[in-house]
């Protein structure tokens, strides 16, 4: 089980920190990522991060302004957003990869198996 947490309304410029607390499985196993879906708009990739929390991966999109990490021991996985755009408006969702200790990072959705409950992040102009 997922549960995302820390969105809400800031304006353009501003920073927000989203976090996901995991249960239910050996959460240290498991590859981590970031989607979003912003209004009329399909569903993207935003960041990842594997299993051990040492290899990263971005979109273009949020490259140099977005970080995500890990904390194994707290079960619980983070995106720092800095210097946030408009465009950055959207439901932010946590996913918990399907597979344990993938040797890669994966970007697509179907590979995620766990989703939590989507936060809310508006960014005004």
């Known amino acids: 089980q997922l549960q995302a947490y820390g969105g809400g309304l800031v304006q353009a410029g501003g920073s927000l920190r989203l976090s996901c607390a995991a249960s239910?499985?050996?959460?240290?196993?498991?590859?981590m990522a970031w989607f979003r879906q912003a209004p009329g708009k399909e569903q993207e990739f935003v960041a990842a991060i594997n299993w051990s929390g040492d290899i990263t991966h971005y979109a273009d999109s949020v490259k140099g302004r977005f970080t995500i990490s890990r904390d194994n021991a707290m079960d619980t996985v983070y995106l720092q957003m800095n210097n946030l755009k408009p465009e950055d408006t959207a439901v932010y969702y946590c996913?918990?990869?399907?597979?344990?200790?993938?040797?890669?990072?994966?970007?697509?959705?179907?590979?995620?198996?766990?989703w939590g409950r989507g936060t809310l992040v508006t960014v005004s102009s």
């Open positions: 239910g499985r050996t959460f240290s196993s498991y590859g």
């Open positions: 996913a918990s990869d399907s597979q344990s200790r993938r040797l890669y990072i994966s970007t697509v959705r179907y590979e995620y198996y766990y």
